[in-house]
């Protein structure tokens, strides 16, 4: 029968998988042990740290003394990049395929554990170098090459806190983080490739650090023969550097609440926050989590399809599966570039088996046909994982038919950037899943949905999601802000993590995310604040006001919609659309480009002056107003609808 057929009897069936024979008498977790083990807290999380290698012993499985800072495995000490290199190659995996990368051109590198530890060592020395030591901060702005890993590990290995910034980030963006954390050191390439163009990634950087007086040196990885220009005393290539830099460079003992990065990320004010995680607990949780949820063995080939940039490439694609010594496969560039099929490509020529991507990206491949996929050979796949936004059940049953060949169970992992690492997801030798369902929480984990007063909502009643027990991989904190992580996570109920989602919990136990409850939108899984978007609105020198909506999209799941108005009243036209576009893209970067701009002589206020959002909803998704009694002027939201419906039809 055809796919898109079977989908369809599929979705009105509203199916159930349970977990295949095969794969379960395979599976590292097959059976509720682990579950049973987790109600004694103390025990549990003492076992799973076994899994890592410690420099010294903790004397405390988790500190709660001091809530909502809890420490993890406490007076122990280790180091990140002795875990994820050194103790493989004792182990005798030495020559086994770390990384597998394809660059977008075509190009291609293997790196087995000795090699990339080797050019982790040397460069962890060149760091040295440079004047970095334990506790500094280093920027990394790269492509998705194999050095971001390098420079990740380098940082880890000597203690460096690495803050990441996506490569896609405008250079306002990277000057904000770096100016945050009070980097030392930007790590940075002359170029990357994106749909065969070149990201100015040192260009950019250049303009970003001329206001961070706290960047001392550049490295730059030459990636292409790209332009650029070289600061004398300040700039360095990182291959010289690399030939001049001694060969072996201890690891430093780090203790397990010492800092290994910080990530930021969008909260719902325009600022975003630098997301601290801690050395020891969230290692032992993403080592875990990868382990547990994508059933890692030896022989796989493992490839996370997420940027360095954001926290799935952080946990998923370095930290987790490089403690477990596995390969995992990496990859520069745009999903259809130089053809729609680069994805089922590159699965085919290196035998990957387990697949982890967005719903996004998911949607996109539907939208191109069935005939890319079928193009290859993806009997290697055994397992599939989504994660960063809620899929909807046609992408879920396209994705398990058309490239899981009805086989491959799927994870749908529910996470954020301050849990480190999964904590609601099916354990696929385990889990009977159902399309569209996060399903249960992992071991350890204490989730529940609550109302606002802190009681559990029942059955199918929609409520927040809560996290009611500290967990290994949680965040330790905001860099630089213990007041703003207090109140953002700590402040709804007492001593229960608020991670801002919605949810609710069916009648088998399963967990339906649905979506932000705050000011942040989830576009094409990245998070976006309403905030950050009307700040670089309102900083283009035309714009007077500026409200900003997430709508329904068809592929990114959610898009942006911006209401403006303009300086002395004027309407904007189809050019100041494509300006004030790409002015966001500029100011913040292209994945915050709205999708819609409608100008307005004013917006819906309420009298005190409050931008009615939820009117521009309604607006922005053709439903109908809801009450518009509390507002000012009542004539300026049938305006703006009238126009809205005009610009649409
Ligand atoms: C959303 C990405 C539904 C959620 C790892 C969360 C999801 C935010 C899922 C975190 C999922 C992530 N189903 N929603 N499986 N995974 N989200 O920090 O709203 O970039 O709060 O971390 O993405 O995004 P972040």
Known sequence: MNVNKTIEILLQESHRFPPNRSFQERAYVKDNSLFELANDFETFWNEQSKFL???????????????????????????????CLDRHIFSGHGNKAAIIWEGEPGDRRTLTYRELWRSVNK???????????????????????????ISMLACARIGAIHSVVFGGFSPESLRDRINDAQAKVLITADGGWRRGEVLPLKHDADVAISQCPSIKHVV?????????????????????????????????????????????????????????????????????????????????????????????????????????GATIVMYEGAPDYPEKDRFWEIIERHGVTIFYTAPTAIRAFMKWGNEHPEKHDLSTLRLLGTVGEPINPAAWLWYHQTIGRGKCPIVDTWWQTETGGILISPLPGLTTTVPGSATKPLPGIDAAVL??????VPINQGGYLAIRKPWPGMLAGIWGDEERYKQVY??????????????????????????????????????????????????????????????????KGEAIAAFVTLKGGKLGDVEMVSKLKEHVANTIGAIAKPEKILFSVDLPKTRSGKIMRRLLRDIALGRVLGDTTTLADPSVVEFLKKKYEEQES
């Not at 970095?132 to 920027?139: I, N, P, T, W």
């Not at 070289?230 to 203790?255: I, N, S, T």
């Not at 909260?267 to 547990?292: A, C, D, E, F």
């Not at 063995?297 to 370095?318: K, M, N, Q």
């Open 490 to 555: 700590w402040s709804k109920w007492e001593n229960v993590y608020f991670p801002g989602d919605g949810a609710r919990i069916d009648e088998d136990g399963n967990f339906w995310l649905l979506g932000r409850v705050d000011d942040v939108m989830n576009v094409a899984g990245h998070r976006i604040s309403t905030m950050e978007v009307e700040s670089a609105l309102v900083s283009h020198p035309d714009v007077s006001e500026a409200a900003v909506v997430g709508i329904e999209h068809d592929i």
């Open 220 to 324: 730059i990885v030459k990636r292409g023969d790209f332009l650029l220009r070289v600061k004398e005393g300040r700039d360095h290539w990182y291959h010289r550097l690399m030939q001049e830099a001694p060969a072996h460079c201890d690891p430093e003992a780090m203790f397990s609440n010492d800092p290994l990065f910080t990530l930021y990320t969008s909260g719902s004010t325009g600022k975003p926050k630098g997301i601290l995680h801690h050395t020891g607990g969230y290692l032992v949780w993403v080592n875990r989590t990868t382990q547990w949820v994508f059933d890692i063995r030896p022989e796989d080939v493992f490839w996370c399809t997420a940027d360095v940039g954001w926290i799935t490439g952080h946990s998923y694609l370095v930290y987790g599966p490089l403690s477990l």
């Open 53 to 83: 290698d410690w420099i010294e012993p903790f004397h405390t499985i988790c500190d709660r003394s001091n809530p909502p800072f809890y420490s993890w495995f406490v007076g122990g000490k280790l180091n990140a990049s002795f875990n």
């Open 451 to 456: 109302d606002e007063q802190g009681n559990e």
């Open 123 to 149: 460069f962890a020395n060149a760091l040295k170098k440079l004047g970095v030591s334990k506790g500094d901060r280093v920027a990394i702005y790269l492509p998705l090459i194999p050095e971001a890993v």
